[in-house]
């Protein structure tokens, strides 16, 4: 008879998760020192909720009291296309071409949860996708999904880091992975020579103040700082670069998650049309996308900054 572990992670598969691990909910030590050191140092910037109940963030049995295991999934969202590098348009992060990914991810995993409750009637969970107090990439580390490369981003051996994490904390006790993924970076260094603002300050350690991702999308300054404007490359809303130069994106493959794909003029937005959005024009055009992140005041602050430094060059 096929157990429990056995079935959810077989349904997993079929819903359309392309990796699928367990981890034991228990206290991340390792991982908690390192984020309290990291905030330590102020390298969250203005993203002050996660100062918050730091305590949350490294033990899940106090986001959720029933957990037991953590089931965790990872979903391929890489597309082929690629940006228009033009003087009037924009780049857009590749994560945030298609639908919003936690409408997507939260869809599965509420499907997958319902599954385990349709065989196990005492089965309760709690669904996180990025935004609950959970450390995704930790997580995904423990259930031998992959490992966190020197950019920060967890990488894959089958899909390089163009994965979007998501969980399920549970209450009941399934059979966890025994092995973790080593670290494959080795002596490579190519994210780290490759970021145009020196964010990547040493290896795994992101200085996110520095980072363009950061601040097109969480800073809320009216005006961007000129030594990020000095280096966008390009970039209207998030930045690709770490992950453009890793080795192990050549095994990048095409997600069969159509959501993904590319909505009419998000990879490479017209700076103009950006800046001549009306709040109703926004609201219809970013509904259920990721990039309504920035809000229309930052998207169109990116896009001023981004045409300034162009006519600069």
């Known amino acids: 008879m096929k157990s429990l572990t056995h079935k959810i992670k077989q349904k997993a598969l079929e819903i359309g998760f392309h990796k699928i691990g367990i981890a034991r909910a228990e206290l991340l030590v390792q991982e908690g020192n390192h984020l309290k050191e990291w905030l330590a140092k102020n390298f969250h910037g203005e993203m002050r909720w996660l100062e918050r109940e730091p305590e949350k963030r490294t033990d899940p049995r106090l986001v959720f009291p029933e957990a037991k295991s953590i089931i965790v999934v990872a979903l391929n969202y890489y597309t082929p296309h690629e940006h228009e590098e033009t003087e009037e348009e924009g780049k857009v992060s590749r994560y945030a071409w298609g639908d919003d990914y936690h409408d997507v991810l939260k869809e599965k995993l509420r499907e997958l949860l319902s599954f385990i409750k349709s065989i196990d009637e005492t089965a309760e969970g709690k669904i996180c996708v990025d935004t609950a107090p959970v450390m995704d990439k930790a997580w995904a580390v423990r259930a031998g999904l992959g490992w966190i490369g020197k950019h920060s981003n967890l990488i894959t051996k089958e899909y390089g880091s163009w994965v979007f994490l998501g969980e399920i904390l549970l209450n009941k006790e399934l059979e966890c992975e025994t092995e973790t993924i080593e670290d494959h970076c080795g002596t490579c260094r190519k994210c780290l020579d490759a970021c145009p603002t020196n964010a990547i300050v040493a290896p795994y350690l992101i200085d996110s103040k520095a980072c363009l991702s950061y601040a ?18 390009g970039w209207l809303y998030g930045c690709d670069i770490c992950q453009d130069v890793c080795p192990w994106n050549r095994f990048q493959k095409p997600t069969e998650e159509t959501r993904f794909e590319p909505r009419a003029g998000n990879i490479s937005p017209d700076l103009d049309t950006i800046l001549s959005l009306s709040t109703e024009d926004y609201v219809e055009k970013f509904r259920r996308s990721a990039m309504k992140r920035t809000k229309l005041h930052g998207l169109k602050r990116n896009a001023a900054a981004l045409k300034k430094r162009k006519r600069e060059i």
Do not use: S, V
């Open 216 to 233: 097109t999308i969480e800073l809320r300054d009216a005006e961007l700082p000129e030594e990020i404007t000095e280096n966008l490359n």
